[in-house]
C-alpha cells in the first residue's frame, strides 16, 4: 500500500471518530443506559477491526506490534465514547476494543486476499458511525 493512502486513511478513521464523537457529545442528555453500551461496544469493536486490518495490510512483518497498538487504540477509543454515559459504559468499551484489537490484526494477516477485507472493515466503520450518529434521534 502506499504510504500517501496509508495516511490518508488512517486520517479519515481519525476524522470519522472526532466527527462522531462531537456529534454525539452534544447529544448527551438524550443517550440512554442502553445506547450508550451499544455506542461504545460498536465503535471500539468496528475502530479495532479498521485500525488492525489496515496497520496489519501495512506492516505484516511487525503483527506482534500491530496487533499491541491496534488494541490500545480501540481500548481508548471505547474509554473516550464510554464518558458519553457512565463507568459501566467505559469499562464495557475498553473490553470490547480490547477483544477486537486482538482479532483485528490477523483478519488481514492470515488472509489469501486481503484487500476485500481491509475495505469491507472500512465500509463497517464508516456505516457503523453513520449508523450510530442517527440512531440518537429516533
Known amino acids: 500500500m502506499d504510504v500517501v493512502v496509508f495516511v490518508l486513511v488512517n486520517v479519515m478513521l481519525g476524522v470519522g471518530i472526532t466527527i462522531g464523537f462531537?456529534?454525539?457529545?452534544?447529544?448527551?442528555?438524550?443517550?440512554?443506559y442502553?445506547?450508550?453500551?451499544?455506542?461504545?461496544?460498536?465503535?471500539?469493536?468496528?475502530?479495532a477491526l479498521s485500525l488492525g486490518a489496515l496497520w496489519g495490510f501495512q506492516f505484516p512483518q511487525y503483527s506482534g506490534w500491530v496487533t499491541i497498538l491496534a488494541t490500545i487504540a480501540a481500548m481508548l477509543i471505547g474509554l473516550i465514547f464510554g464518558t458519553l454515559v457512565d463507568y459501566q459504559?467505559?469499562?464495557?468499551?475498553?473490553?470490547?476494543?480490547?477483544?477486537?484489537?486482538?482479532?483485528?490484526?490477523?483478519?488481514?494477516?492470515?488472509?489469501?486476499?486481503?484487500?476485500?477485507?481491509?475495505?469491507?472493515?472500512?465500509?463497517?466503520?464508516?456505516?457503523?458511525?453513520?449508523?450510530?450518529?442517527?440512531?440518537?434521534?429516533?
Open 22 to 32: 462531537v456529534y454525539l457529545r452534544k447529544l448527551r442528555n438524550l443517550i440512554g
Open 34 to 47: 442502553h445506547l450508550g453500551m451499544n455506542i461504545s461496544m460498536t465503535i471500539s469493536t468496528v475502530s
Open 89 to 138: 459504559t467505559i469499562v464495557t468499551g475498553m473490553t470490547s476494543g480490547m477483544m477486537a484489537g486482538l482479532m483485528g490484526p490477523m483478519i488481514v494477516l492470515h488472509s489469501n486476499t486481503p484487500v476485500p477485507l481491509l475495505l469491507f472493515c472500512l465500509f463497517l466503520f464508516f456505516f457503523s458511525i453513520i449508523m450510530l450518529c442517527s440512531s440518537v434521534k429516533v
